[in-house]
């Protein structure tokens, strides 16, 4: 994870900024007072969150050409002053404050929340059609009148709509951008399938928020709209408004509205101009334009041809490129190939985007001047990595063709691919070839391949190491597998093959979880996180990195799951987990609680590390394992040995530590125990210790157990796992060797078609207690316990070391016999493996 620097509150001129209230991945939101004692929303721009200068530049350009016309539109949000300070860094500009969602104009900075259509519909689930028909129709007008000014926003999504004095309005304008600019900004889901810079684009967010608005799903379910139970006028507003979803959304942009205006008219129940009409007098503006110009010609020859000569020997722009060839677009429309001379419409700014395969995509803008002609003669830089819009092929000779959110390869992965794997590899094969018509005469057939999901997977991670180093993917791009359905026999698209079925005609087991795939090429995305406590101050970690103190923001986080620690000496450790969605503002949110003193025979929900411990007989254990982080804590305070990084996907924080020996676990036991009789926590006879065997064995639920020692009662209850009495194991029900840890380890043995969403080690607690409120004692790590696995013979014969004992299984474990409750295994007590740890009893003083 990439972090910025925590930043102070900029100075804005003439305004005290008060507290920071909005983030984005390009800027922050504070609200400020201005010198009349105004409340005001600030927007700041920092220029190190751009990876360009020249793209910052831009941004700035498009709010300067922005702010007048912001001020003349009831659907716009006023921009009151635009300003820069190029020694902090930034650019910023003023806006009417937002109301309050709770309060409306009645505003109090210490506890504001601005009113947002995103925040209103979180809080109430769904909007009621007629509202919803309100809203649209403002925010339309409001694209209307920036599309007549040759703006777009590009970025049109529920938390930028904003409420001030309660009628909603477009805000978040730092993504406006010039009629034609394509480079690719905004929300997944909200952004139009062929992307955003068209006005279309635009009516498609808009009607996206609308579903999401209206439905209260999540807009990557459309078309799915749940059913009606309105009657009457309410039905009548009900079918108009999806009517308007479906149009605003349609796939294909010319299916769309012709104009945000047309849909402003649709929404409020007004007739459309006649589409027969505006053909008719699109036809006949055609056919004057055709006589005016047959009648220039025939003049301009009258003249002698002076005319006709000035205007083609002076172009108003002319676009060279070094090499030449290049496509050049303006918006979605394809003007020709460099070198190219044009006579745009004059004192309009067009954004003019090149295109050449094997080289970077360039933008340049700019507007027509027609007594200064331009001349650009650019030079383009060659590239082997996926651009935008572009076929592509990868080092493997893998065609991709340009989808909305990357590139995806043309054909299933064939066989000629996957065996180039196999054999950089050594993995073993399993799964089937079909062979595909490319025509409907048979010929150009491809052949491709049909495997288990660990080996797909095996696959694209393998390919992205190696398009990697071979320079055509870049570190930011990657991967993923998107299954491919087919039918093999009757489809008419495939030659019959045989299957292997049952006598009922279901697919045999083994090829339940098998499928072809494409590849499908995707790009590392950003988004912001913001942490607070009650109270503040309180230390933020993550994989044992210090953050910072709350409150706590972080601009630039890689959007994906993620995880942070809160600590504080006082107060019970705290994990808050969340996703991170591109370009979007996760909140993440800890009431800290005081930590408490032990209570046996109740749970006590935060020992002195922040462990739950639940009553087990006369002790408490800890309800999940002892995690890096309590074991580093020890380390440190005692300057006993620190374990290598043994923690598989190397995340430390809250994954159990492995690769210790039982006595380094009872010498944490120690530690602990003397730590907490000094913090008050627990009695001056109690004490911290391993789970005894027999304690272990109530712990994961098996009825009293014949033997003596552990070497007597191992195996001796068949048929009882830590889940239950099944097998193959439900899903996720406890971190085993699965197909994801058999394809990112490189493992043979794994439980087919067994899925825990973790490759490797997961972080303690990520699976569900049983009954007594216990986690993880059947996998993640196997756990020392404190008896000696046969107490008659305690050493092994050939080394004549002492035997412990380890029960559970772990992350690598695969065999059902393995997996059975009453199983031990024995091992020598120095031994120090990475599927090895512990956890902790708490035992009452005599």
């Keep these: 994870m990439t972090v910025a620097p925590v930043r102070t509150a900029p100075e804005i001129r003439d305004h005290e900024t008060l507290r920071l209230i909005g983030r984005g991945a390009y800027g922050e939101v504070w609200m400020a007072r201005s010198v009349t004692g105004a409340l005001r929303a600030v927007k700041v721009v920092w220029r190190e969150d751009y990876d360009h200068a020249d793209s910052f530049e831009r941004e700035f350009e498009a709010i300067k050409r922005y702010e007048p016309i912001s001020r003349r539109h009831p659907g716009l949000v006023p921009i009151l002053q635009v300003g820069r300070s190029d020694e902090q860094g930034f650019y910023y500009y003023v ?56 703006l777009i926003h590009r970025d049109v999504k529920p938390s930028n709509l904003i409420f001030i004095d309660g009628a909603c309005r477009l805000a978040d304008i730092g993504l406006v951008a010039l009629l034609g600019q394509r480079s690719f900004v905004g929300t997944e889901g909200f952004v139009a399938p062929e992307g955003p810079g068209s006005p279309e684009s635009d009516i498609f967010s808009l009607g996206m928020v609308l579903y999401e608005a209206s439905t209260g799903k999540d807009r990557l379910d459309f078309p799915d709209i749940p059913s009606c139970t309105e009657s009457g006028d309410k039905l009548a507003i009900w079918q108009r408004l999806h009517r308007v979803i479906c149009t605003a959304c349609a796939p294909k942009a010319k299916d769309r509205y012709n104009s945000a205006h047309e849909m402003t008219l649709d929404l409020r129940g007004q007739p459309l101009p006649s589409r027969r009409l505006v053909w008719y007098w699109a036809a006949a503006g055609m056919m004057t334009l055709t006589l005016a110009v047959g009648f220039g010609m025939w003049l301009a020859q009258r003249q002698g041809g002076l005319t006709l000569e000035v205007q083609k020997g002076t172009p108003m722009l002319t676009i060279k490129t070094e090499p030449e060839g290049a496509e050049v677009f303006a918006g979605e429309d394809t003007l020709g190939i460099t070198p190219l001379t044009l006579n745009p419409e004059e004192g309009v700014p067009v954004i003019y985007q090149l295109r050449l395969p094997g080289h970077k995509q360039m933008e340049i803008e700019h507007i027509a001047n027609r007594s200064r002609p331009a001349e650009y003669d650019l030079r383009l830089e060659a590239t082997r990595l996926p651009q935008p819009g572009e076929r592509w092929t990868n080092s493997l000779g893998i065609a991709f063709k340009p989808a909305q959110s990357g590139h995806i390869s043309a054909q299933p992965i064939e066989i000629k691919y996957f065996k180039r794997f196999l054999e950089a590899t050594g993995r073993s094969f399993e799964g089937k070839v079909v062979r595909a018509s490319l025509t409907d005469t048979g010929k150009d057939a491809s052949y ?48 019959d093959m045989p299957e292997d079925r049952d006598s009922e005609g279901n697919l045999a087991s083994e090829e339940k979880n098998w499928q072809a795939f494409h590849l499908r090429v995707e790009r590392q995305t950003y988004g912001s996180v913001v942490i607070r406590t009650s109270p503040e101050k309180v230390r933020v970690f993550q994989y044992d990195e210090f953050l910072g103190y709350t409150p706590l923001e972080l601009p630039r986080v890689r959007s994906g799951l993620v995880e942070y620690e809160l600590r504080e000496e006082g107060f019970s450790d705290v994990v808050l987990e969340g996703e991170v969605k591109p370009g979007a503002l996760l909140e993440l949110f800890s009431d800290m609680q005081t930590r408490q003193a032990v209570t046996f025979g109740r749970e006590w929900k935060a020992n002195g590390l922040g462990l739950r411990l639940v009553p087990l007989g006369e002790v408490m254990i800890a309800a999940v394992e002892t995690r890096r982080r309590d074991y580093l804590e020890f380390a440190k305070a005692t300057n006993a040995r620190r374990p290598g990084n043994q923690d598989a996907d190397g995340r430390g924080g809250t994954q159990p530590i492995v690769g210790i020996d039982r006595d380094e676990a009872r010498a944490f036991c120690e530690w602990l125990t003397e730590r907490e009789r000094n913090a008050g926590l627990i009695g001056a006879k109690d004490r911290y210790r391993l789970p005894t065997d027999e304690e272990w064995s109530r712990a994961v639920g098996l009825p009293l157990e014949r033997g003596s020692t552990p070497a007597e009662r191992n195996g001796r209850i068949r048929g009882i796992y830590p889940w239950g009495f099944d097998w193959p194991p439900p899903p ?16 043979e043995h794994f439980i087919p078609g067994y899925e825990d969403r973790f490759p490797q080690l997961a972080p303690v607690g990520a699976f569900a207690p049983n009954e007594r409120g216990i986690c993880a004692l059947g996998g993640n790590v196997a756990e020392w316990v404190d008896t000696d696995f046969d107490s008659s013979s305690k050493t092994d014969p050939k080394t004549k070391k002492i035997m412990g004992t380890v029960r559970g299984g772990s992350w690598q474990t695969a065999n059902p016999d393995e997996l059975l409750s009453s199983v031990r295994v024995p091992m020598s007590v120095d031994s120090r493996r990475p599927t090895v740890g512990f956890r902790i009893v708490l035992e009452r003083g005599k």
């Excluded at 694209?143 to 040759?150: A, V």
């Excluded at 990697?468 to 299954?483: F, I, K, N, T, W």
């Design 95 to 150: 806006m009417e404050l937002a109301d309050d969602l709770a309060t409306g104009r009645d505003i109090r900075p210490e506890d504001y929340k601005p009113h947002t259509l995103g925040l209103e519909m979180r809080r109430d689930k769904r909007i009621k059609a007629d509202r919803c028909l309100k809203i649209g129709a403002n925010v339309a007008e409001g694209l209307q009148y920036l599309h007549e000014n040759k």
């Design 732 to 747: 996720n029900v406890e971190n085993l060797a699965d197909i994801h840890a058999g394809r990112k380890a490189n493992m």
């Design 448 to 495: 491709f391949v049909v495997v288990p999901v660990g080996d797909a997977e095996a696959f694209r991670f393998w390919m992205t190491d190696t398009d990697r180093a071979a320079g055509v993917l870049s570190q930011e791009h990657h991967y993923e597998v998107e299954p491919f359905y087919y039918v093999e026999s009757g489809s008419g698209s495939n030659e």
